[in-house]
């Protein structure tokens, strides 16, 4: 930290009104034209910058976070998932993390709730049919899909996300709640409506649609294997906007293409940008490109809560949103 005027290292771009509130923190510096940084650029930001706003996009490693000559202190992240960051090694050597939990939590359930709704009425296969000029007309039997009313969502992880998953599900949708989590959720945090918390295996038997809302974590590394895919009904899909590395990927890949699962409705990867090529030919898939907080609204929120914990550290004061 620095008495005169602070320097911040600002790794993407931001909605315009976080910019300009930004630039009022301190010296704000980026990647020439803001071309995505690479390690090297990450590294002198470390040794020339007092924080850093990062995004869930920015690898710091345990062997980049002990740069030697290091003067940054914070790493901001503008995100609520901190994965990118090795936190361990962020504690260790005294670099202190911040994130973003709380402003994103509606967009990402509500897109979570077009990813099911999307994957069980075939949107993505009746959207490709009219691009390609292909559609002949309305038939009786053309694209059937399954109405959410009445199916049973099985929510992995019952944090902010998945409990306003399942309230906005049950109330909106009329489907079915139940939950496995760690702990149990009292029923007034989630508004009051039905849900019974099973272990995992038994709720993957028993949903018609399982939607992951669980941090990545050395835990939750392929959390959703072969054998736990193997547990879920052949009529069933998976809904995954939480984070790749949850779901082995290539056990889904062959759940899929065997027909031991429906479909699936995914908006992130375990190697973003890359989506395994198979997933990306199967039409029963429908595949985002990690749009989870990607409104206006929730961006510009985002910001402001990483620019609050930016602030906070350079006067000295409590950090609002710490990780680490
Ligand atoms: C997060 O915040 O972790 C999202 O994945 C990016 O918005």
Not at 158 to 185: D, E, F, K, N
Request: charged fraction near 20%; glycine fraction near 10%; hydrophobic fraction near 40%.
């Amino acid at each position: 930290m620095t008495s005169t005027k602070p320097t911040i290292y600002q790794t993407r771009r931001l909605p315009t009104e976080v910019e300009s509130a930004l630039s009022t923190l301190g010296e704000v510096r980026h990647p020439p034209g803001f071309r995505p940084p690479t390690a090297d650029d990450l590294r002198k930001a470390l040794r020339k910058s007092d924080a850093i706003l990062c995004t869930v996009r920015d690898r710091f490693s345990a062997n980049l976070l002990r740069t030697p000559g290091r003067r940054t202190g914070l790493l901001a992240n503008f995100g609520v998932g901190v994965d990118n960051i090795d936190l361990e090694a962020a504690r260790s050597v005294g670099v202190r993390v911040s994130n973003t939990p709380g402003v994103l939590t509606e967009a990402t359930a509500e897109l979570t709730i077009a990813l099911i709704l999307a994957v069980l009425r075939r949107l993505g296969e009746g959207e490709r049919l009219v691009r390609s000029g292909g559609w002949t007309g309305w038939e009786p039997t053309q694209l059937l899909g399954r109405s959410a009313h009445g199916l049973r969502l099985g929510v992995v992880g019952m944090g902010r996300i998945g409990a306003t998953v399942a309230r906005r599900a049950h109330a909106g949708l009329g489907m079915r709640i139940r939950y496995a989590s760690r702990s149990p959720v009292p029923p007034w945090e989630l508004g009051g409506i039905e849900a019974e918390k099973v272990s995992l295996d038994r709720l993957l038997i028993e949903s018609d649609v399982v939607t992951l809302h669980v941090p990545s974590t050395p835990e939750t590394h392929h959390l959703i294997d072969a054998r736990r895919l193997a547990l879920m009904p052949p009529s069933s899909v998976l809904i995954n906007t939480a984070r790749g590395s949850i779901v082995d990927e290539a056990a889904l890949v062959a759940a899929l293409s065997e027909g031991r699962l429906a479909g699936a409705g995914f908006d992130v990867y375990a190697e973003e940008p890359n989506v395994p090529e198979a997933l990306r030919a199967m039409e029963q898939v429908v595949l985002l490109p990690h749009l989870g907080s990607a409104t206006l609204e929730t961006r510009t929120a985002m910001g402001k809560l990483a620019l609050a914990n930016l602030r906070a550290w350079f006067e000295g004061g409590t950090l609002p949103t710490p990780v680490v």
